[in-house]
C-alpha cells in the first residue's frame, strides 16, 4: 500500500485535525519508512474505496445515487403523461416547483440534523420520505396529490444528499474523498442513458403510474449493504443542539424560491407582485442562512460555496436551450438534439475521475480554475452553432469540454468543502454546498428564461423546458442567453482564486480548532 502523502501545510490546507483511521490514516503523525509499514500491516482494507474496509460503505453508497438519478431521468419522461392523465397540465410546472422548494428547505434540515446526531438517522429518513413521495405520487388521484407526493420527494432527496456529504466526511480519510466524489458522478451517467428508455417504455405498456411506484421495490437492497458499514461511523465532534434560526431562514429560502419559480411560468405584470415577495424573502435569508462573506467570495469556505452555485447555475441555464437552439434555428430532430449533449455526461464523469487522482491533490484550486474557464468556453461556443454554414454537430465537442469542465469543478467543490470544514459543521457546510447549487440553478436557469422571453425567443417551463416563439427574434434571444450566461461562467473563473484561505483566515480557524 502506498502511505500518504503529509498533509500539505499551506493556508489552502484545511487546520483541522483529519479523521482517525489508524497508522495509514492522513490523520497519523507518524512519518517515514516505519510508519508506512505499521500501515502496510495495517490491514489491506485501506487501499481504496472498494477495498475490504470501505467496500460495502461505498457500493451502498453508489447505489443509492444511482436510485436518485435514474429517477430523476425516469420521472422527467413520466411526467408529462401522468399531468394529462390527471387532467392537470395546467400545474404541470408546481410538480417541479414543489420538488424544488421542499428539497431546498430539507438540505438545511438535514445539515443540522447531522451535525446534532450524525448522518444515519438522516440519510434513513430522507430515503424512507423519498420513498413515501413515490408511491404517493404514483397512486395519486388527482393533480393536488400528485403535486404534494413530489414535494415529499423533494424533501427526502434534500435530507439524503447532505447526509451523503456528511457520511463522505466521516467515513472515508481525506485522501480517499476525491476519489468517492467521482464515483458520485459515475453514478449518474447510466441512469442518465437508460433511464428516458426504460420509463417511456414503461410509460407505453404499463402506464406511468408504474414508473412511480416501482422504484420504491430498489430501495432496500443498498441500504441493507450499507447499513453495517454506518453503524462504525465515528461520531466526531458534534452540535448540543439544532439551531432553529437557520431552520427558519431556510424556510424562507425555499418560501422566496418557491414565488420566484411561480412568478416565472408568466412574464407579464401580475407576475411581477409574487416576484417582488420572493426576493424580499429570498435574498434577506438567504444572505444570513449561507456562510458569513459567499455573496462577496470571501477567502476560502465562502467562496467555494459562492462557486459551487454560480458554476451549476451557469452551465444548465445555458444547457436548458441548446436543444431548442438545435430543432428551432437549425432543424434537427429532438432526438439528435438530445443525443448531442448526452456525451456531456461522460465528459462530466472523466473530468471527476481525473480530479481524483492523488498526484493533482495539491492542484485542486488550480483544477477549479480550469473546470470553470472550460465550463464558460463551452457556453460561449455553443452559439457559433447560429452562424449560417457552421455545422450543428460542433455543439456536442463544445458540451463535452463544458462537461469534462463541470466534472472538475463540482466534484473538487465538494472535496474542498469537506477539507476546510470542522467536523462538527460537516453537515452545516455541506448543506450550504447544496442551497447555492439549487439557487444557483433557480436564479440563473429562471434568469435565462427572462431574457430569452424579453428580447422575443419564447419562454421556459418549471422543467427547464424550454419553449420557442416564431419571428426573427429567436437567434438575438439565443445568443444573449449564451453570451450571459458564460459571462457568470467567467465571474466563476475569478471566484476561483479565492478558494484558499489568507493567513489570517487560516490562523484564526486554526487557533478556534
Known amino acids: 500500500m502506498t502511505a500518504p502523502e503529509p498533509r500539505d501545510a499551506s493556508p489552502g490546507s484545511s487546520p483541522v485535525p483529519p479523521l482517525s483511521d489508524g497508522p495509514g490514516s492522513p490523520g497519523a503523525a507518524a512519518s517515514g519508512p516505519a510508519a508506512r509499514e505499521a500501515a502496510a500491516r495495517d490491514d489491506d482494507g485501506d487501499g ?19 436510485l436518485i438519478a435514474f429517477e430523476a431521468s425516469a420521472i422527467g419522461t413520466a411526467m408529462p403523461v401522468a399531468a394529462q392523465a390527471l387532467h392537470g397540465v395546467e400545474s404541470y410546472g408546481f410538480a417541479f416547483s414543489a420538488f424544488f422548494t421542499a428539497s431546498l428547505f430539507a438540505m ?102 408504474w414508473v412511480f411506484l416501482a422504484i420504491p421495490v430498489f430501495v432496500l437492497p443498498p441500504l441493507l449493504v450499507m447499513l453495517p458499514a454506518l453503524r462504525k461511523l465515528p461520531a466526531d465532534a458534534r ?18 424560491a418557491g414565488l420566484l419559480q411561480y412568478a416565472g411560468q408568466d412574464v407579464d ?34 467562496a467555494v460555496v459562492l462557486l459551487r452555485g454560480i458554476a451549476a447555475g451557469s452551465f444548465f441555464g445555458a444547457q436548458a436551450f441548446v436543444p431548442l437552439m438545435l430543432v428551432t434555428e437549425r432543424g434537427l430532430s429532438a432526438t439528435l438534439a438530445g443525443l448531442s449533449l448526452t456525451s456531456a455526461g461522460l465528459a462530466w464523469s472523466c473530468g471527476s475521475y481525473v480530479q ?3 498526484r493533482l491533490e495539491p492542484y485542486r484550486e488550480r483544477l477549479m480554475t480550469l473546470g470553470t474557464s472550460l465550463s464558460a468556453v463551452a457556453v460561449g461556443g455553443v452559439s457559433l452553432a447560429l452562424v449560417d454554414g457552421v455545422p450543428a454537430w460542433i455543439v456536442a465537442p463544445w458540451w463535452v ?25 460537516a453537515g452545516t457546510n455541506s448543506a450550504a454546498l447544496q442551497v447555492s447549487d439549487s439557487l444557483g440553478n433557480i436564479v440563473l436557469v429562471g434568469g435565462s428564461g427572462v431574457l430569452f422571453a424579453a428580447l422575443g425567443g419564447g419562454s421556459v417551463t418549471e422543467g427547464g423546458t424550454a419553449v420557442a416563439a416564431s419571428g426573427d427574434g429567436r437567434p ?24 484558499r484561505p489568507g493567513a489570517r483566515t487560516a490562523a484564526a480557524e486554526a487557533s478556534a480548532a
Open 48 to 66: 481504496g474505496v472498494l477495498s475490504r474496509r470501505f467496500r460495502a460503505l461505498t457500493l451502498g453508497i453508489i447505489s443509492v445515487v444511482s
Open 108 to 209: 438545511t434540515l438535514s445539515g443540522e440534523w447531522c451535525d446534532r446526531s450524525g448522518p444515519l438517522v438522516p440519510l434513513f429518513a430522507g430515503i424512507g420520505a423519498f420513498t413515501a413521495g413515490l408511491l404517493i405520487a404514483g397512486a395519486a388521484p388527482a393533480m393536488p396529490a400528485f403535486v404534494a407526493g413530489r414535494a415529499v420527494q423533494g424533501a427526502g432527496g434534500g435530507l439524503v444528499i447532505v447526509a451523503l456529504y456528511v457520511v463522505v466526511g466521516r467515513g472515508y480519510p481525506e485522501r480517499l474523498r476525491p476519489s468517492v466524489m467521482a464515483a458520485f458522478s459515475a453514478a449518474w451517467v447510466l441512469p442518465l442513458i437508460i433511464g428516458p428508455l426504460v420509463a417511456g417504455t414503461v410509460t407505453e405498456q404499463f402506464g406511468w403510474r
Open 239 to 256: 452540535t448540543p443542539a439544532m439551531d432553529r434560526r437557520r431552520i427558519l431562514l431556510a424556510l424562507g429560502v425555499a418560501a422566496g
Open 269 to 302: 405584470l401580475l407576475a411581477l407582485l409574487p416576484a417582488a415577495a420572493g426576493l424580499a424573502l429570498l435574498v434577506p435569508c438567504a444572505v444570513r442562512l449561507l456562510p458569513p462573506g459567499t455573496f462577496r467570495a470571501g477567502r476560502g469556505l465562502p
Open 356 to 358: 481524483s487522482r492523488p
Open 401 to 425: 469540454v463544458g462537461g469534462f469542465g463541470m466534472g472538475l469543478t463540482i466534484a473538487s467543490a465538494t472535496v474542498l468543502l469537506l477539507k476546510l470544514s470542522r467536523p462538527e459543521e
Open 476 to 499: 438575438v434571444a439565443f445568443a444573449a442567453v449564451f453570451a450571459a450566461m458564460a459571462l457568470a461562467a467567467l465571474v466563476g473563473v475569478f471566484v476561483t482564486t479565492r478558494l
